[in-house]
């Protein structure tokens, strides 16, 4: 019988959202109950600090198999694993090897892993090695999870029905990923960090994403409920902690409060938005692996209430439909045609270096399926490019306030990614049961547009030239929620905005 892991990410975003800010988990929510013995991280420790505390602190793995033949060192602040009984030695040969005195390199960080009881052989944590995330890592990680965005809406619109909208948010899913990522082995290593467009040996990608999850425009949050008995591995809980802030609960022998508990987590790190993402949990479910993004941002220049009117959208092959359109007269706004796409494309500054991009097709009579197609990672960087280089000017612009809310079956899309990934993956690194396997990944995402706005004085000084630039979007669309120079945070489509 299978042990079940399950992945839940979901994704909130507002624009504006509420005047009272971004909220910050409470680590004391009496409706999480904390895993017993479980130290809290001091978040105001240094990075090498935390480094050390990667020293396994048993000579057993969690759960006390007795199959498990390896012990635990320190070596230059960086666990490492022996072995006692090498299946390559002569039988009756002892192991005498002296524990390495030195940081290893990156190559030897990221060899590959055996985990199994019987062959485990010296290694070392690859991502213990990074004690602090440079530049250049972060432009890594940008550029990474841009591939990943494009090629994940590539394949979640072919399991969308024609016409329908979509909202995701990769950054959300990337997290979810990038944290199971620690606990896996060997080919499920190789081929997630593939999933995920990670380079090869790039040992800071943790610390990387551990600076990105908190902003002033962002809040992610991390948590896993997992049953009691499951013999979780040190070297996990203490990663996942680290990197992640991931909030370790227990699950109980009552579904209906372990759905309560997930829920009420889930609706506290979303600030409301996503108030419920599971039903019912499987009987066999022995971990939740959850991701919340909360998205606050507000409009550089403001939308104002009196000036949004019902206006036509057109679909084509399709009648049109009255939707409330917002207007602005003097939007600080940079855009153009790209020729690569046949679209229309345009950026809208947000608060907190944040940007909307829509991209649209040229003409009304075109399909917005017709953008799609011409859409790759290459093609969307070059146009990402271009818009950080496009100066803003003062545009009329037309958008319509809409609301998205998206449910996803992960294990569907990242199929498409990479075929039966879930199915045969090695979690050996998060537990010694080789039974724990991936039973469900399902992702949640809402992005809201509405009229209010702040920081108007700052673009108030933009003065109206006698031929304005016009931007209206009056048809289906795709959009995207931008970290400037940086990556995407939420992507979708949207066909119709009146639907929810």
């Given at each position: 019988?299978?042990?079940?892991?399950?992945?839940?990410?979901?994704?909130?975003?507002?624009?504006?959202?509420?005047?009272?800010?971004?909220?910050?988990?409470?680590?004391?929510?009496?409706?999480?109950?904390?895993?017993?013995?479980?130290?809290?991280?001091?978040?105001?420790?240094?990075?090498?600090?935390?480094?050390?505390?990667?020293?396994?602190?048993?000579?057993?793995?969690?759960?006390?198999?007795?199959?498990?033949?390896?012990?635990?060192?320190?070596?230059?602040?960086?666990?490492?694993?022996?072995?006692?009984?090498?299946?390559?030695?002569?039988?009756?040969?002892?192991?005498?090897?002296?524990?390495?005195?030195?940081?290893?390199?990156?190559?030897?960080?990221?060899?590959?892993?055996?985990?199994?009881?019987?062959?485990?052989?010296?290694?070392?944590?690859?991502?213990?090695?990074?004690?602090?995330?440079?530049?250049?890592?972060?432009?890594?990680?940008?550029?990474?999870?841009?591939?990943?965005?494009?090629?994940?809406?590539?394949?979640?619109?072919?399991?969308?029905?024609?016409?329908?909208?979509?909202?995701?948010?990769?950054?959300?899913?990337?997290?979810?990923?990038?944290?199971?990522?620690?606990?896996?082995?060997?080919?499920?290593?190789?081929?997630?960090?593939?999933?995920?467009?990670?380079?090869?040996?790039?040992?800071?990608?943790?610390?990387?994403?551990?600076?990105?999850?908190?902003?002033?425009?962002?809040?992610?949050?991390?948590?896993?409920?997992?049953?009691?008995?499951?013999?979780?591995?040190?070297?996990?809980?203490?990663?996942?902690?680290?990197?992640?802030?991931?909030?370790?609960?227990?699950?109980?022998?009552?579904?209906?409060?372990?759905?309560?508990?997930?829920?009420?987590?889930?609706?506290?790190?979303?600030?409301?938005?996503?108030?419920?993402?599971?039903?019912?949990?499987?009987?066999?479910?022995?971990?939740?692996?959850?991701?919340?993004?909360?998205?606050?941002?507000?409009?550089?220049?403001?939308?104002?209430?009196?000036?949004?009117?019902?206006?036509?959208?057109?679909?084509?092959?399709?009648?049109?439909?009255?939707?409330?359109?917002?207007?602005?007269?003097?939007?600080?706004?940079?855009?153009?045609?790209?020729?690569?796409?046949?679209?229309?494309?345009?950026?809208?500054?947000?608060?907190?270096?944040?940007?909307?991009?829509?991209?649209?097709?040229?003409?009304?009579?075109?399909?917005l399926t017709e953008v799609e197609e011409r859409?790759?990672?290459?093609?969307?960087?070059?146009?990402?490019?271009?818009?950080?280089?496009?100066?803003?000017?003062?545009?009329?612009?037309?958008?319509?306030?809409?609301?998205?809310?998206?449910?996803?079956?992960?294990?569907n899309i990242i199929g498409e990614m990479d075929?039966?990934?879930?199915?045969?993956?090695?979690?050996?690194?998060?537990?010694?049961?080789?039974?724990?396997?991936?039973?469900?990944?399902h992702h949640r995402a809402v992005l809201e547009?509405?009229?209010?706005?702040?920081?108007?004085?700052?673009?108030?000084?933009?003065?109206?030239?006698?031929?304005?630039?016009?931007?209206?979007?009056?048809?289906?669309?795709?959009?995207?929620?931008?970290?400037?120079?940086?990556?995407?945070?939420?992507?979708?489509?949207?066909?119709?905005?009146?639907?929810?």
């Open positions: 019988m299978k042990i079940w892991l399950i992945l839940l990410g979901l994704a909130a975003t507002l624009i504006p959202s509420f005047s009272q800010g971004i909220p910050v988990e409470n680590e004391d929510d009496a409706t999480v109950k904390l895993e017993e013995g479980g130290e809290r991280e001091n978040e105001g420790s240094h990075e090498q600090k935390e480094a050390t505390h990667l020293e396994v602190a048993s000579n057993k793995r969690d759960g006390g198999a007795e199959g498990n033949e390896c012990k635990q060192s320190r070596v230059s602040e960086v666990g490492v694993k022996e072995c006692l009984d090498d299946p390559e030695m002569p039988a009756g040969t002892t192991n005498t090897t002296e524990p390495a005195t030195r940081i290893p390199t990156t190559a030897e960080a990221t060899a590959s892993t055996p985990c199994t009881s019987k062959q485990c052989q010296p290694r070392i944590n690859p991502w213990a090695t990074c004690a602090r995330a440079t530049t250049e890592d972060e432009k890594k990680l940008f550029e990474a999870l841009t591939e990943f965005s494009v090629e994940f809406y590539k394949a979640a619109i072919l399991h969308e029905k024609p016409g329908s909208n979509l909202i995701f948010s990769p950054f959300s899913v990337a997290v979810m990923l990038s944290n199971l990522l620690l606990g896996t082995c060997n080919q499920t290593k190789d081929r997630l960090e593939r999933l995920l467009f990670y380079p090869e040996g790039f040992t800071c990608v943790h610390r990387a994403l551990e600076s990105l999850q908190k902003s002033e425009a962002l809040t992610s949050a991390n948590a896993m409920f997992f049953q009691p008995a499951l013999p979780l591995e040190n070297d996990f809980r203490n990663l996942t902690r680290m990197f992640y802030k991931t909030k370790l609960a227990h699950l109980t022998n009552n579904s209906n409060q372990d759905v309560a508990d997930i829920n009420s987590w889930v609706s506290q790190s979303t600030n409301k938005k996503i108030k419920k993402i599971v039903n019912e949990l499987d009987s066999d479910a022995k971990m939740i692996l959850l991701n919340a993004v909360y998205f606050y941002s507000k409009w550089k220049e403001m939308f104002l209430a009196k000036d949004t009117k019902k206006a036509k959208f057109y679909r084509p092959g399709l009648a049109p439909i009255n939707v409330q359109m917002m207007m602005s007269k003097k939007y600080p706004m940079a855009s153009f045609i790209d020729h690569s796409l046949q679209a229309k494309v345009g950026r809208l500054q947000l608060s907190n270096n944040m940007s909307l991009v829509i991209i649209m097709p040229r003409s009304i009579t075109q399909n859409l790759s990672a290459v093609v969307f960087k070059s146009v990402m490019a271009k818009l950080e280089s496009t100066h803003f000017k003062p545009t009329v612009v037309y958008l319509p306030r809409f609301k998205a809310d998206t449910s996803q079956n992960l294990m075929f039966g990934f879930f199915y045969d993956a090695d979690l050996c690194e998060i537990s010694t049961d080789k039974e724990l396997a991936v039973s469900s990944a547009i509405s009229e209010e706005g702040v920081e108007a004085a700052a673009a108030t000084v933009v003065s109206l030239a006698r031929t304005a630039n016009i931007f209206e979007v009056s048809q289906p669309f795709l959009v995207a929620v931008m970290r400037d120079n940086g990556f995407p945070v939420f992507m979708g489509r949207i066909n119709n905005p009146q639907a929810a």
